[in-house]
């Protein structure tokens, strides 16, 4: 069987998108056998180190391999993405360049379009269209309502192009495939979803390679956070996490002995938290760069507590992936989410942390108080938090996806049966 993604980021972008789509190509091609091809752009954040072919001369494309996944790097612009005309040309660009590379795939089996950006869809149906193949579409996030993030940027008749777009993918999808069941819940309800084609498919975190670690390890001891009391924060520093919050509730907490927020991560709102850092005159703030893959389990281990945020009104549309990563590693967390949110629900049934209004820095502060000063219960929340993590384990999600594909492909043909004249 071979499969054709479509999404902007993949190995070896480090965004949370990109790795976990790395994670799912691998592992269909290692662990079930398919043929992958994916068809990308150049990395929004590389790995330090990686060196990946470019788009040379007047070509859109340029072709490259890892891991057994065929690679198709598609050319776009790399303008700045922190203001609306920089991201709409980055993604028109690429749009344009991912149509032209559908044309040169080896015909697929399953075309399979994510979110990056929000009308890369169209291009993976053109493809399925081309190729008379089944069209996938695996929702990360939802557009337009996302588009609330874009702070220099609002536009109805722009809102209503993406709400048409989306409309048309869910009706021509031969699935949907939903994060969470609010996801779904709002791809039935706002975009006209099929409900008996669309299904929730999690993301995930490989619980063999992240778990529970000690904190005296060489990451920690190499970033000054063995000893300290360490509320981390990882992943994308970016739109929809209204992490201004995190460096007000530091300020707060800035009397607590030994106590470190840390900020392990890069994104477009780094540079913004590191001046408000400085304009508060805290000094319980660190900010650490992407941590190796091979030392992930190890930089998650250095926490003592996690912080998982979401802007209100984005419950559904958005969900915040690097939860699965802190499960894994059997670590209590604050989610800092409205009530809507799966995470909050999920983190007071299996009791794995506490929860804070977003954007509220008073109780966000507070809660990690309470973790501060409650060691063994703070243990015990991350003790239940590993548990619930191995039901979202990579190779389970991954056996979901690969069971997707497998119901698209028809049936074979039932051998035929020699008819046999009875004697005269």
């Given at each position: 069987m071979h499969i054709a993604f479509f999404n902007r980021?993949?190995?070896?972008?480090?965004?949370?998108?990109?790795?976990?789509?790395?994670?799912?190509?691998?592992?269909l091609v290692r662990d079930y056998g398919y043929r992958v091809s994916v068809v990308t752009g150049q990395p929004l954040q590389p790995l330090p180190g990686h060196q990946v072919p470019g788009v040379r001369g007047r070509a859109l494309v340029a072709l490259d391999e890892h891991n057994g996944v065929h690679i198709l790097r598609a050319r776009g612009t790399r303008f700045d993405k922190r203001r609306f005309a920089g991201r709409a040309c980055n993604y028109m660009s690429y749009?344009?360049?991912?149509?032209?590379?559908?044309?040169?795939?080896?015909?697929?089996?399953?075309?399979?379009?994510?979110?990056?950006?929000?009308?890369?869809?169209?291009?993976?149906?053109?493809?399925?269209?081309?190729?008379?193949?089944?069209?996938?579409?695996?929702?990360?996030?939802?557009?337009?309502?996302v588009t609330v993030l874009l702070e220099d940027f609002h536009s109805e008749r722009i809102n209503q192009a993406l709400q048409a777009v989306n409309r048309f993918l869910v009706r021509h999808a031969a699935v949907n495939i939903a994060l969470s069941e609010t996801m779904r819940a709002r791809l039935i309800a706002d975009k006209g979803a099929?409900?008996?084609?669309?299904?929730?498919?999690?993301?995930?975190?490989?619980?063999?390679?992240?778990?529970?670690?000690?904190?005296?390890?060489?990451?920690?001891?190499?970033?000054?956070?063995?000893?300290?009391f360490v509320v981390m924060h990882s992943g994308n520093l970016g739109l929809s996490q209204n992490l201004e919050t995190l460096v007000e509730a530091a300020a707060l907490l800035r009397d607590l002995p030994n106590l470190l927020v840390v900020f392990q991560g890069e994104g477009v709102k780094k540079a913004e938290l590191e001046r408000q850092v400085r304009d508060l005159g805290i000094t319980n703030v660190r900010f650490l760069p992407f941590a190796p893959r091979e030392q992930l389990g190890e930089s998650f281990a250095a926490a003592d507590v996690f912080v998982v945020s979401l802007q209100r009104g984005l419950a559904g549309y958005i969900v915040p992936s690097k939860l699965y990563g802190i499960l894994a590693a059997g670590r209590a967390y604050?989610?800092?989410?409205?009530?809507?949110?799966?995470?909050?629900?999920?983190?007071?049934?299996?009791?794995?942390?506490?929860?804070?209004?977003?954007?509220?820095?008073?109780?966000?502060?507070?809660?990690?108080?309470?973790?501060?000063?409650?060691?063994?219960?703070?243990?015990?929340?991350?003790?239940?938090?590993?548990?619930?993590g191995l039901t979202f384990d990579r190779r389970i999600q991954v056996a979901r996806y690969a069971e997707v594909f497998r119901s698209l492909m028809p049936a074979p043909a039932a051998p035929a049966v020699a008819r046999v004249e009875p004697n005269a």
């Open positions: 980021s993949y190995y070896p972008d480090q965004t949370a998108t990109g790795q976990l789509l790395t994670d799912l190509c691998e592992d749009f344009v360049s991912a149509c032209y590379a559908g044309l040169r795939l080896n015909r697929p089996d399953v075309v399979v379009a994510l979110t990056d950006p929000p009308i890369v869809g169209l291009a993976a149906w053109l493809a399925g269209r081309r190729f008379g193949v089944p069209f996938v579409m695996a929702f990360k996030d939802l557009f337009p309502e099929p409900a008996a084609r669309t299904t929730i498919i999690p993301d995930w975190a490989d619980t063999s390679a992240v778990r529970p670690g000690d904190k005296q390890n060489p990451f920690a001891r190499a970033h000054g956070l063995a000893d300290a604050v989610a800092a989410v409205e009530e809507s949110c799966e995470v909050a629900s999920m983190t007071r049934i299996h009791q794995c942390g506490l929860v804070a209004e977003p954007g509220d820095a008073r109780q966000l502060a507070a809660c990690v108080k309470t973790m501060y000063r409650d060691r063994e219960r703070t243990r015990q929340w991350g003790a239940n938090a590993r548990r619930l």
